[in-house]
C-alpha cells in the first residue's frame, strides 16, 4: 500500500478503517471515523492535503484532542467535518486547527454558535457551512474573514429571516451562494460591504 494516494470510504453505516493502509505518502483521507483518525500514526511529515473526518457525537476532550492531532498536519489545505443532524449542537471551535496551509474548509451539521472569526485558519479562502441551524446572523463575525474569496451557505446554515453585511464585511469575497434554502427573505449590505462580490 506504499503508493496509496487517495483513500475514500463513502460506505453507508461504514466502519472502523484499517488506520494502517496510510502511509506518509497519502493525500486524500475522506470518511473517516475520528475514533480513526485519533489512532492513526500519520505524522507533520506526511503529505495528506484533503482531509475529511466525521465526528460522531463526540465528547468536549476529544473535540480538544482531534483539535491537537489535526495541528500536526502541516501539509494540509481541505478540510471536511461531519457531525451528526438529530439536534446535536458542538462547538466546532475547539476542533478546528490554526493550520498556514489550510484554506477550504466545509463545517457540516448544527452548530451551538457560529465561532469567532479569530478561530478560523487565517489563511481561509473557502468556506461551507451546511445545517449548521445558527440562530444568529453569522455574517458580522464571517465577515472578519480577511482572505474569503468563496462562502456557501446551505441547508439551513442559518435560521433568520434576515441577513446583515456591515460596511466592512468581507473585504476580498468573489462568490456568496445560498442553496435549499426556505426562510431567507432578505440580506441587507451596507455601503461598502463585499466590494470585490462578483458571483451571487
Known sequence: MDKLRYFINAA?????????MWNKNIECLRGIWHKDWMKSTLTSSCHLRELGIELGRIKREELIK???????????????????EDNYAIDIAL?????????KL????????????????????????TGSEL????????GKLPKLLFLMLQDAAYLGETMLVLCDGFPSLEALAFRDWNGLK????E??????????
Open 66 to 84: 482531534a483539535r491537537a492531532s489535526l495541528e500536526k498536519m502541516q501539509n494540509l489545505v481541505i478540510l471536511h467535518l461531519i457531525w451528526p
Open 186 to 189: 432578505s440580506v441587507i449590505i
Open 135 to 142: 440562530v444568529d446572523d453569522p455574517m458580522a463575525e464571517l
Open 106 to 129: 466545509k463545517l457540516d451539521g448544527e452548530m451551538s454558535k457560529c465561532p469567532s472569526a479569530s478561530m478560523f485558519p487565517p489563511n481561509l479562502s473557502h468556506l461551507t457551512l
Open 95 to 103: 476542533v478546528v486547527p490554526q493550520l498556514a496551509n489550510l484554506t
Open 12 to 20: 453507508i453505516g461504514r466502519g472502523p478503517t484499517n488506520k494502517n
Open 191 to 200: 455601503e461598502g460591504g463585499m466590494p470585490k462580490l462578483k458571483h451571487l
